[in-house]
């Protein structure tokens, strides 16, 4: 690398966290923060660096103030949410229901954070499972707690022992920006590993993709800036099954839309 090319686009992950650490990996009493690599792998296979940007607990001996999330959104030039545990339904306004899973609070309250505050900076946000679902509810929206449970749907979209070999197809809206990510792939097939969905969109988002169902599968921020969330997990779609809608052109309309908003501040 010459002294002369740009520094490459860096890109954050916020981790998914584990506070009950199985006795045989050792970490006794500590709480993990971690990215599944297949995130980012998908992010440098395209050149990329990566960094995960790790939640501040409250009692923790860094206090949130030292490191503050304008600070972190000054520092990248985009942020990805990882897939994970259910949001907490107290945080679009309702109720846990009984087909609720585990939650974790501090996650929730970071990643709203962090999301609302690259949107304000014109930052791109890419939401993957969880992180989709994240998205629509830092906009105000709401999401089924379980497909099944509330009666949305009876297609199959989590099948536990399959994991990421499940999946359904979806249509593509004619004439969305998905689409031109796209063109030419109205209908594709996706993995599914997820319960819960979208149900009331948060404000100034869009649903570009659905599947059979009805149930959206991905949404776009229609503002100025690129925020999108799909339901699905394109890490997983990782060329050993063709059939799967390529991951690569999502990713590569991210790291452009990166690329631009660092020109952009540059000018
Ligand atoms: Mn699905």
């Not at 297609?155 to 979806?170: G, K, M, P, Q």
Request: hydrophobic letters at 45%; glycine letters at 10%; aromatic letters at 6%.
């Amino acid at each position: 690398m010459t002294g002369n090319a740009p520094a490459r686009l860096l890109i954050g992950v916020s981790p998914r966290i584990l506070r009950q650490v199985p006795v045989e990996l050792g970490f006794r009493g500590k709480t993990l923060q971690y990215l599944e690599q297949s995130v980012a792998h998908w992010v440098m296979s395209l050149g990329a660096i990566v960094v995960m940007v790790p939640t501040v607990e409250r009692d923790s001996l860094i206090r949130p103030s030292d490191v503050d999330v304008p600070d972190i959104v000054q520092s990248l030039d985009g942020l990805i949410l990882q897939g994970g545990a259910d949001i907490d339904p107290r945080t679009y306004g309702e109720v846990a229901s009984h087909a609720i899973g585990p939650v974790d609070g501090l996650r929730d309250r970071f990643e709203l954070t962090l999301v609302r505050a690259f949107a304000a900076a014109g930052k791109p946000v890419l939401g993957l499972c969880r992180g989709h679902q994240l998205i629509n509810v830092a906009f105000g929206g709401t999401l089924w707690q379980d497909l099944k449970f509330d009666g949305v749907t009876d297609a199959c979209h989590v099948r536990a022992e399959a994991y990421d070999e499940h999946s359904h197809t979806l249509s593509i809206g004619a004439g969305t920006w998905l689409a031109s990510v796209y063109p030419g792939v109205a209908e594709a097939r996706v993995n599914s590993i997820h319960h819960q969905a979208i149900k009331r969109l948060g404000d100034g988002l869009v649903a570009e993709a659905w599947s059979s169902d009805g149930v959206i599968e991905a949404v776009r921020g229609h503002g100025e800036g690129f925020i999108v969330g799909v339901q699905w997990h394109p890490e997983f779609h990782d060329g050993r099954d063709p059939g799967l809608l390529a991951a690569d052109p999502l990713m590569r309309a991210f790291l452009e839309a990166a690329a631009a908003r660092r020109s952009a501040a540059a000018l």
